[in-house]
């Protein structure tokens, strides 16, 4: 079975920036589905965006037009930009691809 480590996940002030990246221990190569989720403290954990095997992305409402989720390679698969960071996107990030999933990553958006 494949982990996935997240990293990327900072504090960082309202407005800001972060990239997220998932590294895999071992190469993938045939991907049907990877996508990025998080969970707010206290809340259940919720889409942030993901990728088919279509190519077709997917983004919560929350975050269309900030975020934006890319293809990396067999052993980066998925990234996230994240840009005009709120402190709602406050969260613990987790990378899934074919249903593996990371331990996460803690984005703190606060001034």
């Known amino acids: ?3 996935l480590v997240e990293s990327g996940g900072d504090l960082v002030q309202p407005g800001g920036s972060l990239r997220l990246s998932c ?5 993938i190569f045939s991907i ?3 996508g990025w ?3 707010p403290p206290g809340k259940q954990r919720e889409l942030v965006a993901r990728i088919i095997d279509s190519g077709s992305t ?3 409402d929350s975050v269309k037009g900030r975020f934006t ?3 990396g390679n067999a052993t980066n698969p998925v ?3 994240m840009n005009s960071l709120k402190p709602e996107d406050t969260a613990v990030y987790y990378c899934t691809v074919n249903g593996n999933w ?6 703190t958006v606060s001034s």
């Open 58 to 60: 997917n983004y919560a």
């Open 102 to 107: 990371g331990k996460g990553t803690l984005v």
């Open 1 to 3: 079975q494949v982990q």
């Open 37 to 39: 989720y998080r969970q």
């Open 69 to 71: 989720i890319s293809r």
């Open 23 to 27: 590294a895999a221990s071992a190469s």
């Open 79 to 81: 990234y996230l930009q």
């Open 32 to 34: 049907f589905y990877m």
